[in-house]
């Protein structure tokens, strides 16, 4: 399954670090990180609402 990064923005083939949850905001969007990007803090953004959040 095929994933993109709302954070790095770019498409991996997800894996078992990988977090994905509905934006605290709207609660409509799925948002999904990468390993990294969870490792390092990157922010990530809603495309629905615009919400940002670490
Ligand atoms: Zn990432
Ligand atoms: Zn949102």
């Known amino acids: 399954m095929i ?3 709302v954070s790095c923005g ?3 083939e ?3 670090n990988w977090v994905q ?3 605290p905001s ?6 999904v990180r990468c390993e990294k990007c969870k490792l390092v803090g990157n ?8 919400f940002e959040g670490p």
């Open 26 to 31: 709207c609660g409509e969007s799925e948002v």
């Open 14 to 16: 997800v894996q078992n």
């Open 3 to 5: 994933m993109k990064c």
């Open 43 to 50: 922010t990530y953004k809603c495309g629905k609402c615009g």
């Open 10 to 12: 770019i498409n991996v």
């Open 21 to 23: 949850f509905k934006c």
